[in-house]
């Protein structure tokens, strides 16, 4: 296994976010020490979960702008993505029940952990906490949307599971926790 020291980290830009540039030893396992230096984005870690109704066969999903698509082939700019959110200084699970009813309007009450992710290895220091929940229509408290504030504006989409599937192959899902989650509920047999 690789030995790794980091020897110097630069700070590019703390802006929203914080993008670091880091120097660091690579000593191979033949004992040869390469020096490295990579960009670090670091945006915190997220939660995401799926919420699925097993009656109904339908899972919770939400629509919303997201400009880094936008400038990237995107055309509206708009993804369809699993309610999701970012930990701030919440533990995964709270944070995920917190996000759940402020972009959906459901209050649920069970929620199960899947597994958890690094998204973007290469670049982004950020690791997702997956989880699934089951939801009913007595749990919806308001009409969720998003933090006014935060210029959030999210749609709340309720959708047949066969056809959230299709949407992926047909490319009207592209955002891979949502493909993620998706893909799980089916090969679990959940709905
Ligand atoms: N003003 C400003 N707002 C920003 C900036 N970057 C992000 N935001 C806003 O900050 C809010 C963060 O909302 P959350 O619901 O907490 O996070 P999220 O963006 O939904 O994050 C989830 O999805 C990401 C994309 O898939 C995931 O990377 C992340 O882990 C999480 O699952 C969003 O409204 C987003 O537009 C910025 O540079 N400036
Ligand atoms: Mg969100």
Redesign the pocket.
């Known amino acids: 296994m690789a030995q790794i020291k980091i020897t110097q980290s630069e700070v590019l830009s703390d ?3 914080v993008l670091r540039k880091i120097t660091y030893e690579y000593t191979q396992a033949d004992g040869g020490v390469q020096i490295h230096q990579r960009e670090a984005y670091d945006r915190g870690n ?3 979960i799926l919420l699925y109704n097993k009656e109904a066969g339908t899972v919770i999903l939400t629509r919303q702008f997201r400009l880094p698509t936008y400038v990237n082939g995107n055309p509206d700019g708009m993804m369809i ?1 699993a309610c ?3 930990l701030d200084q919440d533990n995964p699970e709270d944070c995920i029940r917190r ?1 759940t009813e402020e ?1 959906t309007g459901y209050k649920i009450t069970e929620i199960q952990k899947v597994f958890e992710a690094y ?1 973007s290895p290469g670049s982004v220091t ?1 690791i ?1 906490y997956f989880f699934i929940a089951a939801y009913a229509k007595s749990m919806k408290v308001s009409d969720g949307g ?1 933090v006014e504030h ?3 504006n999210i749609e709340v989409l309720e959708i047949p599971i066969h056809q959230a599937l299709q949407m992926i192959q047909s490319g009207e899902i592209k ?1 891979a ?1 949502t493909i993620m989650l998706l893909q799980h509920i089916k090969l679990q047999g959940i709905l």
């Open positions: 802006n929203w976010y997220g939660a995401t993505e999701a959110g970012l996000e972009e998204m950020e997702l998003g935060e210029q959030e955002d926790k």
